[in-house]
């Protein structure tokens, strides 16, 4: 009677506990996930140069505080509000805040730059750029900025104006991004180690077609035209220009081969005499690293090339270790993972540094000596992202001593590195390592979950459909779990290049309005197909020519691992993704029509001759070069045998997959007959739903799953 009562008295309790657990709203699912969820951090972490001390923001970005690495001295340094009262600003919060010296910050607020003195807590207007001015780019000294206005570049030395090119011809374009960010390019503006001179992309887009997107916001209604690049059709033509601040004359550099190659991958050596430039042929399965004059623009020599039967694809910058030196490290894919090669500036390889079976992401940086690398790969485990260090003798070491996705940041003098990492079990911890290895707790967030009704997720392996390769999952399934329940699935896919869905993080690299939608009583499933990121070339360039082929076979090898287990639901299983997961959404839903019951696909990629030539000609080659790997992957060829319900979404102004992919499905659609079609658009909303229409968005989608997978 005893044991029985206890018993009782513990599910009360349970169930209590249970009861008492706060839900988490499908607002909240969309909006708080890195704002009321997101866990503690060392928010907006640096070294100050040239010692030992660093800062970190707190208070919402408000307060400055710093300590130092080898004798703790937490102190708050400055506030914004001081900021704002010794300056006249009205800033917000440190965001962009730049260090000068290790007593001095740049300040900017939007087109105004001012020097702050943390010592004398006063500061004074540096420079000022135009309201127009955008791409705004800081030299090195803080003492002078580039920017461009419409398609020119503009220089601001001294609190003058410098007019770095004045084309009328809007079709040039100059100081901005090209090739559509491709090749890991963010930006056009590349000033020199010491700022004597100004490198910068420009692009002739003359041929490129104009592409028309329509402006509700006007009475009437206005058409944008945007220059969009269509597979198969005329490519922008790129240029370098390099500006001599002495001079102030321009040299420009062409691309040697056909006008339409790619220039990418643009760094100066430390001494500033040469600028390193790849250039990649439009087919890309040709790049040659070519070694120019910064003073003439004179071609000097070819340093590296490399040639595939696929695609080479170029992302990173030469990096030079040593600042007196010219020697560089460059980071190759050649042998089928991202490796460290060691060259001499004449193109001598000196050393091959790593030779890992695993990539490498990114060069983090290296000692003041040179002597040694840091660099960030996954490690033996793909859905991890670790922190390494290399000699130039190539001994290498695994810095970071946790799994998980680590964000490491070195010290200027290499002797210390911050490391800020989540995994499955840890929200956020924060780490101080010395360069002997030996580690100390900075800070370990709270689980801000705790207290939340939140389900859980089980990361696992399948083989692929070639039967010998490992593809991770994720299960997300609700906190009350029943294993003898059969349960309507919801897989969640994006299947393309550049993309990685599931990692070692917390929530395992999943959005929390997929936990919500778990709650409503589903399992949400996804799996990183052939073809999708940080596993090495092989893996990835399976789609070559022939996209959605090997990633929908995958795709069904998730289906298959679903229906063995006893608590799936085989016959209500619903299908979501976006961008290249919405291709793959009408991709399965259309060509094989018999798995899912309903599907929603956002911002689909329909047919890939209506894609942008950069990304698009890697993967698929031409039309022209390529005509059954088109015709194959074309959903609207295969759009006759969909028999699901399907939801196509698209924002009226996307730029990267125009709105015509979606309208030519619906079109074809229409002519078939179907009604268990719907289509919904977000008016001026570019390739994804942002701000409070997100939750809009999110609630359509989850919806309309619950209401047709019944």
Not at 31 to 53: E, H, M, V, Y
Not at 615 to 622: F, I, K, S, V, W
Request: net charge neutral.
């Amino acid at each position: 009677m005893i044991k029985k009562l206890t018993f009782v008295l513990g599910l009360f309790i349970a169930t209590s506990t249970f009861a008492q657990l706060k839900q988490i709203t499908l607002e909240e699912s969309v909006l708080q996930q890195g704002r009321k969820f997101g866990a503690d951090k060392l928010t907006g972490f640096q070294w100050i140069p040239n010692s030992s001390n660093y800062v970190y923001y707190t208070d919402s970005w408000t307060k400055m505080v710093s300590d130092n690495a080898v004798k703790p001295n937490k102190k708050e340094l400055v506030t914004l509000s001081e900021i704002n009262s010794a300056l006249g600003t009205k800033l917000r919060n440190f965001f962009g805040l730049q260090w000068i010296d290790a007593n001095t910050v740049l300040v900017t607020e939007r087109n105004k730059y001012y020097s702050y003195s943390l010592t004398n807590k006063s500061g004074k207007l540096l420079f000022e750029t135009p309201e127009s001015a955008e791409n705004q780019a800081v030299d090195g000294t803080k003492s002078k900025v580039a920017y461009t206005i419409y398609n020119n570049l503009y220089l601001n030395i001294d609190g003058k104006e410098i007019a770095v090119t004045s084309n009328t011809d809007r079709n040039i374009v100059s100081g901005q991004t090209i090739a559509r960010s491709e090749f890991g390019i963010s930006g056009g503006i590349f000033w020199s180690p010491k700022s004597n001179f100004l490198a910068f992309y420009q692009k002739d887009e003359t041929d490129v077609a104009d592409y028309p997107l329509l402006d509700i916001n006007e009475t009437p209604g206005k058409l944008v035209s945007i220059k969009y690049p269509m597979i198969g059709q005329a490519s922008e033509k790129p240029k370098v220009g390099i500006f001599n601040l002495s001079t102030g004359k321009t040299v420009f550099i062409s691309p040697r081969g056909n006008s339409e190659d790619y220039l990418t991958n643009l760094s100066w050596t430390p001494d500033e005499k040469y600028v390193l430039i790849a250039e990649v042929n439009r087919g890309q399965n040709n790049m040659d690293l070519n070694l120019y004059d910064a003073v003439s623009g004179s071609f000097i020599k070819t340093l590296i090339n490399e040639k595939s039967t696929t695609w080479v694809e170029p992302e990173h910058d030469a990096f030079f270790p040593n600042a007196a030196s010219n020697n560089f490290v460059w980071i190759s894919e050649k042998d089928g993972f991202n490796q460290l090669y060691y060259y001499s500036i004449d193109g001598k390889l000196i050393k091959q540094l790593t030779a890992n079976k695993f990539p490498i992401r990114e060069i983090i940086g290296s000692n003041s000596a040179g002597t040694e690398i840091y660099f960030k790969a996954t490690g033996a485990n793909a859905t991890n992202m670790l922190g390494y260090k290399v000699d130039l003798k190539g001994k290498q070491i695994l810095i970071t001593k946790d799994e998980g996705v680590h964000n490491v940041i070195i010290s200027n003098d290499g002797n210390w590195f911050f490391d800020e990492f989540s995994n499955h079990n840890t929200p956020s911890k924060s780490l101080l390592y010395d360069k002997k290895g030996f580690s100390k707790t900075l800070l370990v967030s709270p689980n801000k979950y705790d207290g939340y009704q939140i389900g859980s997720a089980e990361i696992k392996t399948i083989k692929s459909a070639d039967g010998t390769t490992d593809l991770y999952t994720r299960l997300i399934k609700p906190s009350n779990f029943d294993a003898t329940k059969k349960y309507p699935v919801m897989v969640y896919v994006y299947g393309g290049p550049h993309a990685q869905m599931i990692t070692n993080s917390y929530l395992d690299g999943a959005n929390l309005w997929m936990y919500w939608m778990a709650e409503q009583g589903y399992l949400v499933f996804t799996v990183d197909n052939r073809g999708s990121d940080n596993r090495g070339f092989a893996f990835e360039s399976v789609i070559h020519r022939n996209l959605g082929v090997n990633e929908i076979e995958d795709q069904l090898k998730g289906v298959e691992y679903l229906k063995s287990l006893p608590y799936v639901d085989g016959n209500r299983l619903a299908v979501h993704g976006w961008s290249y997961g919405g291709f793959m959404t009408t991709s399965l839903l259309t060509r094989k029509p018999d798995v899912f019951k309903v599907g929603v696909a956002g911002g689909p990629v329909i047919d890939w001759k209506w894609y942008e030539i950069m990304y698009g000609e890697r993967y698929m080659d031409t039309p022209s070069e390529n005509e059954k790997g088109f015709e194959e992957a074309n959903v609207i060829n295969h759009a006759k045998d969909l028999k699901a319900k399907l939801l196509l979404i698209h924002g009226t102004s996307d730029d990267v997959v125009v709105m015509q992919h979606n309208l030519a499905l619906v079109k074809k659609f229409v002519e078939l007959g179907y009604q268990n079609v719907d289509f919904f658009p977000y008016p001026m909303h570019k390739h994804n739903v942002t701000g409070k229409d997100r939750v809009h968005l999110i609630d359509k989608v989850l919806h309309y799953i619950i209401e047709n997978n019944k």
